[in-house]
T-cell receptor, first 116, second 114 residues
Framework: EPEVTQTPSHQVTQMGQEVILRCVPISNHLYFYWYRQILGQKVEFLVSFYNNEISEKSEIFDDQFSVERPDGSNFTLKIRSTKLEDSAMYFC??????????????FGPGTRLTVL | GDSVTQMEGPVTLSEEAFLTINCTYTATGYPSLFWYVQYPGEGLQLLLKATKADDKGSNKGFEATYRKETTSFHLEKGSVQVSDSAVYFCALSGRSGSARQLTFGSGTQLTVLP
């Protein structure tokens, strides 16, 4: 069964450094998403991406964040200058259809980001 | 804005016990409702969904009914197994504007003991 994959599973970085989190969505899907979960808190929407541009973004997704689909398979989240409060589990998701009323999002296993 | 309130855990049950995890929501319009499950070390998996009032979603023995009058989507299972031990998340997606943005509850950790 096709699945969303994410790398790395765990990333440790120093405050102020740039990180890139990688995702490979399911191959025929058109919409891509990033969510995050700070330890002990809710899963929060960051951004959705369609047709090579951002479709929606939340207040969390400020200028420090960017997303890109650099090739036909990868979808990346970049944090330009990490802060301690960026430590969280980051989930990538993808969904198939533009036309569906309810479009199921399929999630990857997550990348745990630790900022020291 | 939209929000989901979920029963706090952790919940510990014996095998074959009855499970209920409460979920209520606040949303404008007519959201779609979901339950996701996260097994240890894995991503969020869709367990079931319901797209309109009175719909019942079901999968793997789990059920939830979309109750618009009480704005609820409680998860139930008649007889839990050890393999059901996981974190369960209630979520909604709106019908307008943020139709593709999932809003999650805080998650409920379920442990089933043999």
């Amino acid at each position: 069964e096709p699945e969303v994959t994410q790398t790395p599973s765990h990333q440790v970085t120093q405050m102020g450094q740039e990180v890139i989190l990688r995702c490979v969505p399911i191959s025929n899907h058109l919409y891509f998403y990033w969510y995050r979960q700070i330890l002990g808190q809710k899963v929060e929407f960051l951004v959705s991406f369609y047709n090579n541009e951002i479709s929606e973004k939340s207040e969390i997704f400020d200028d420090q964040f960017s997303v890109e689909r650099p090739d036909g398979s990868n979808f990346t989240l970049k944090i330009r200058s990490t802060k301690l409060e960026d430590s969280a589990m980051y989930f990538c998701a993808s969904s198939e259809s533009l036309a569906a009323i309810v479009d199921t999002q399929y999630f990857g296993p997550g990348t745990r980001l630790t900022v020291l | 804005g939209d929000s989901v309130t979920q029963m706090e855990g952790p919940v510990t049950l014996s095998e074959e016990a009855f499970l209920t995890i409460n979920c209520t929501y606040t949303a404008t319009g007519y959201p779609s409702l979901f339950w996701y499950v996260q097994y240890p070390g894995e991503g969020l998996q869709l367990l079931l969904k319901a797209t309109k009032a009175d719909d019942k979603g079901s999968n793997k023995g789990f059920e939830a009914t979309y109750r618009k009058e009480t704005t609820s989507f409680h998860l139930e299972k008649g007889s839990v197994q050890v393999s059901d031990s996981a974190v369960y998340f209630c979520a909604l997606s709106g019908r307008s504007g943020s139709a593709r943005q999932l809003t999650f509850g805080s998650g409920t950790q379920l442990t089933v003991l043999p």
